[in-house]
């Protein structure tokens, strides 16, 4: 089977996250490997969820592997049919391209990761390589999460990683972190035609997003030397019951892209210095801040020996992404991570008719 043969089979999995089912597609993954009979190689399907797993398989000698190869194999939902030109899970070859969602982001990565270790699967290892494919990424990592909490995954169980997210196979060795907030504002309802006996919960929030864009500007006022500055915005909003009713309640959604100076915990602090700035002027305005979920920034230094050979090997310098992925997590159980992966954002990714160039998913596999 081609590279772009099995990323095809997985795009022909629907996962997309929410709800995930990832199951099916770690399943198919489990007995590909099982199939190549590869010594030395225990395969192991995580399930945590109903319907949803990752899959993990460590190959060659045990202790500290040398490699962690990871790849996600949920993705963002299709969106509206009749914008795609052919069905988004029946993948389609055409000019060269694999059309299809999830070809870019990220499956036909896993494809070539998965082609890589099948084409030295008789080859005895020095140390051992461990690859993840992993559930739940674009709703915030919980698959990978769950690897790491059920022990599946241990600190330093790997020298370095890769994760082949799409870079356009640059090396990318840093990104901001992110942080999303749901903020839920609390009014009183009243009947529109006399608003004064009401607190309307929709016009206290546009004072708050008012707020928070004046707070983009203030964090762009520091920048770091890789990342740029960290930026904020309201991304949704949704409220009210009735056109003749003073909404009681609006909630927004706050998304912020965090350089590592800003934890989210100054951000969220932020936050609560704008309701507390407004209360001041009106005493009824009241608004709860929920963290939804939380990245943090990856960051490796231009000179570490990863970042230096993954640049010899693709013969470019490094770059930095300003998307997130799961290289904060290995991070932090100190797996020094890169991402490096064919694909590239202008390839419609997140959107309809996403595809890639079947030349980089080939290279995708000499490089890893």
Same mark, same amino acid.
């Given at each position: 089977?081609?590279?772009?043969?099995?990323?095809?089979?997985?795009?022909?999995?629907?996962? $997309?996250?929410?709800?995930?089912?990832?199951?099916?597609?770690?399943?198919?993954?489990?007995?590909?490997?099982?199939?190549?009979?590869?010594?030395?190689?225990?395969?192991?399907?995580?399930?945590?969820?109903?319907?949803?797993?990752?899959?993990?398989?460590?190959?060659?000698?045990?202790?500290?592997?040398?490699?962690?190869?990871?790849?996600?194999?949920?993705?963002? *939902?299709?969106?509206? *049919?009749?914008?795609?030109?052919?069905?988004?899970?029946?993948?389609?070859?055409?000019?060269?391209? /694999?059309?299809?969602?999830?070809?870019?982001?990220?499956?036909?990565?896993?494809?070539?990761?998965?082609?890589?270790? $099948?084409?030295?699967?008789?080859? =005895?290892?020095?140390?051992?390589?461990?690859?993840?494919?992993?559930?739940?990424?674009?709703?915030?990592?919980?698959?990978?999460?769950?690897?790491?909490?059920?022990?599946?995954?241990?600190?330093?169980?790997?020298?370095?990683?890769?994760?082949?997210?799409?870079?356009?196979?640059?090396?990318?060795?840093?990104?901001?972190? &992110?942080?999303?907030?749901?903020?839920?504002?609390?009014?009183?309802?009243?009947?529109?035609? @006399?608003?004064?006996?009401?607190?309307?919960?929709?016009?206290?929030?546009? =004072?708050?997003?008012?707020?928070?864009?004046?707070?983009?500007? @203030? /964090?762009? $006022?520091?920048?770091?030397?890789?990342?740029?500055?960290?930026?904020?915005?309201?991304?949704?909003?949704?409220?009210?019951?009735?056109?003749?009713?003073?909404?009681?309640?609006?909630?927004?959604?706050?998304?912020? =892209? @965090?350089?590592?100076?800003?934890?989210?915990?100054?951000?969220?602090?932020?936050?609560?210095?704008?309701?507390?700035?407004?209360?001041?002027?009106? *005493?009824?305005?009241?608004?709860?801040?929920?963290?939804?979920?939380?990245?943090?920034?990856?960051?490796?230094?231009?000179?570490?020996?990863?970042?230096?050979?993954?640049?010899?090997?693709?013969?470019?310098?490094?770059?930095?992404?300003?998307?997130?992925?799961?290289?904060?997590?290995?991070?932090?159980?100190?797996?020094?991570?890169?991402?490096? &992966? *064919?694909?590239?954002?202008?390839?419609?990714?997140?959107?309809?008719? $996403?595809?890639?160039?079947?030349?980089?998913?080939?290279?995708?596999?000499?490089?890893?």
């Amino acid at each position: 089977m081609k590279v772009e043969e099995l990323a095809a089979e997985l795009i022909k999995f629907n996962t $997309e996250v929410p709800p995930g089912n990832e199951e099916s597609c770690a399943a198919f993954l489990r007995d590909y490997f099982l199939d190549l009979k590869i010594e030395q190689c225990e395969v192991y399907l995580h399930r945590f969820a109903e319907n949803r797993a990752n899959l993990l398989v460590r190959i060659g000698p045990q202790g500290q592997a040398g490699l962690l190869l990871s790849g996600h194999i949920d993705v963002v *939902p299709a969106g509206d *049919p009749s914008l795609w030109e052919s069905p988004p899970f029946e993948p389609k070859i055409h000019d060269g391209k /694999l059309y299809g969602r999830g070809a870019s982001d990220m499956k036909s990565a896993v494809a070539a990761i998965v082609k890589a270790i $099948e084409n030295y699967k008789n080859t =005895r290892l020095k140390r051992g390589i461990i690859f993840a494919a992993t559930a739940g990424e674009e709703i915030g990592c919980d698959g990978l999460q769950a690897l790491i909490s059920d022990g599946k995954i241990k600190k330093r169980d790997a020298q370095y990683g890769i994760i082949g997210e799409p870079t356009d196979l640059k090396v990318v060795r840093a990104h901001k972190g &992110g942080t999303v907030f749901r903020i839920t504002f609390h009014g009183k309802s009243a009947h529109s035609s @006399r608003p004064e006996l009401g607190v309307n919960a929709i016009e206290n929030a546009s =004072r708050f997003i008012l707020e928070v864009a004046e707070l983009r500007k @203030r /964090l762009g $006022e520091i920048l770091d030397p890789d990342l740029g500055p960290s930026v904020i915005s309201t991304t949704m909003i949704s409220g009210g019951t009735k056109e003749n009713v003073i909404p009681e309640n609006c909630q927004i959604i706050v998304d912020c =892209r @965090r350089i590592p100076i800003h934890s989210d915990l100054y951000i969220k602090s932020e936050l609560e210095k704008i309701v507390n700035k407004i209360k001041m002027t009106i *005493p009824d305005f009241n608004a709860t801040i929920n963290t939804k979920f939380n990245y943090d920034a990856l960051s490796i230094p231009k000179d570490h020996p990863l970042v230096v050979l993954a640049e010899k090997i693709v013969g470019e310098k490094s770059i930095v992404a300003p998307y997130g992925t799961e290289g904060p997590i290995y991070q932090s159980i100190n797996i020094p991570t890169i991402i490096l &992966g *064919p694909g590239k954002v202008e390839n419609n990714i997140h959107g309809p008719n $996403e595809f890639i160039e079947i030349k980089q998913i080939h290279d995708a596999v000499k490089i890893y």
